[in-house]
């Protein structure tokens, strides 16, 4: 899966980014990819799973720039002053629509999203093929039930691991 080279991760318990941006403002842990800065933003004790969720979103910036040649647009975030690029170009690409065709077959997905639904969709089901397992506080979780073959499948098919 192809990532900023200079990914990483910033564990904070504010929501704020390494240079100490709150995009939200209202004090509590957050877990974000900031596009800016090449960072996955988490709040501590997170699973893995998370992390790659997050990495996923850096994997969407990396598909818009490798398509498009531009970078993904900043976008001001509801109350906040922060600018923060909420990756929507994504959503033009051709792996955007290739997941979204090859999602139909498997329907709505089995986990709650939120904001953009097939960025979410899309950053969900990546997290959950890369760790299919994970630990949250001790305890061992199966998080890819149920299975979503269609989304397995499309990840599986690009070598994603
Ligand atoms: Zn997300």
Not at 2 to 30: F, I
Not at 45 to 69: M, R
Not at 125 to 132: D, I, M, N
Request: hydrophobic content about 35%; some cysteine.
């Amino acid at each position: 899966m192809s990532v900023p080279s200079d990914l990483h991760l910033h564990v904070s318990t504010n929501g704020c980014n390494s240079r100490g941006e709150c995009p939200w403002q209202d004090g509590t842990a957050k877990n974000y990819y900031d596009a800016n800065l090449h960072e996955i933003v988490v709040a501590p004790d997170q699973s893995l799973k998370t992390w790659a969720h997050e990495a996923c979103h850096a994997h969407q910036q990396t598909t818009v720039i490798a398509e498009t040649g531009l970078d993904v647009s900043p976008v001001l975030q509801p109350g906040s002053n922060t600018r923060l690029p909420d990756l929507h170009e994504w959503l033009t690409t051709r792996e955007a629509q290739d997941y979204a065709a090859a999602v139909v077959t498997d329907g709505p997905p089995p986990w709650g999203t939120h904001g953009i639904a097939l960025l979410e969709d899309f950053a969900e089901a990546c997290g959950r093929f890369l760790v299919p397992r994970t630990y949250v506080s001790g305890l061992e979780m199966e998080v890819s039930f149920p299975s979503t073959p269609a989304r397995d499948a499309f990840f599986a098919a690009r070598d994603f691991k």
